[in-house]
């Protein structure tokens, strides 16, 4: 699945930013990338600083692009664009200056000036400190009006790859009917860039009115809406976990349904349920959990967990790179 994305890219060369650009994880996935030729890198960070770190490591990040914003040559044309994006805020140009002095703004300003194509940071602070520069300079898509979040898991089976796709489980913390048919689309969108059919099952403890409760409700009102919003889509809904899963319970449950038993797409009705979800899924089913990609931008900006390792960061890339 990787190796068509990394064929994608191939053929179609984009280029990523990495906001941390001295961070020995980034720079050991920034070595592999290069070696294997499939993406362009910019690094942010002191040129001396990088090629330290790096040589002290034994990467080889020769060909990176390593951009210190002290340095920058497009730097006050950068800040002019900062101070009109901002200008209902009251944005000044030394108030750009004192922003844009920070990575993970610099890095989005790249993105959204077309230097780069994609972002991927957080190796060192948060999911907000990501998530907040996105907001403000890359801004949600025509047609959506929150930024969301889907984890994509893996597994090795005798049969090939099993895959899932589960969302909102990291940014939407009590989404509402309306913001939840918004996080089934993008999901599904991100579930066919890995080769999935998306069949979609709108989570809950009730199953087609088996139970009773505003959050029933709400699950319910948003699988309806979702239906008329994408009728290409497979969607159901409300579904318990057991029927939207498993054949044998779909039989008994809801018989008719074309999603129920064979659901890999999985929209939960909160942040609570869908952050256990996607855990006990990689911790006890042995999948491998990839994210939370960040859905519904104008661009793919893309958040690593602090804990993250060299892999997760050149899995990532390859993902936030697919994206664009």
Known sequence: MFNKMIESLRQNSKKIVFTEGNDPR????????????????????????????????????????????????????????????????????????????????????????????????????????????????????????????????????AEGNEMLAMGDCAINLFPTDDELVEIAGETANCAKIFGMDPKVAFLSYSTLGSGKGEAVDKVRSAAA?????????????????????????????????????????????????GNIGYKIAQRLGGFDAYGPILLGLNAPINDLSRGCNADEVYFMAIITAALA
């Open 225 to 273: 809406k979702a239906k008329e919003r994408y009728p290409e889509l497979a969607i159901d809904g409300e579904l318990q976990f057991d029927a939207a899963v498993s054949p044998t319970v779909a039989k008994t449950k809801c018989p008719d349904s074309k999603v129920a038993g064979q659901a890999n797409t999985f929209v939960f009705p909160d942040i609570n349920a």
């Open 26 to 157: 980034i720079l050991e996935a920034t070595a592999r990338i290069l070696k294997e030729g499939f993406l362009s890198v910019i690094l942010i960070g002191n040129p001396d600083e990088v090629n330290a770190v790096a040589k002290e490591n034994g990467f080889d990040i020769a060909g990176a692009e390593i951009i210190d914003p002290k340095n920058y040559d497009k730097f006050d044309e950068m800040v002019a664009t900062l101070c009109e994006l901002r200008k209902s805020k009251g944005m000044t140009p030394e108030d750009a200056v004192k922003t844009l002095s920070q990575a993970n703004y610099f890095g989005t300003m790249l993105v959204k000036m077309g230097f780069a194509d994609s972002l991927l940071g957080g190796a060192t602070y948060s999911t907000a400190d990501t998530v907040r520069p996105a907001l403000q300079l890359i801004k949600t898509k025509p047609g959506n009006k929150i930024v969301s979040s889907c984890f994509i898991l893996i597994r090795e089976t």
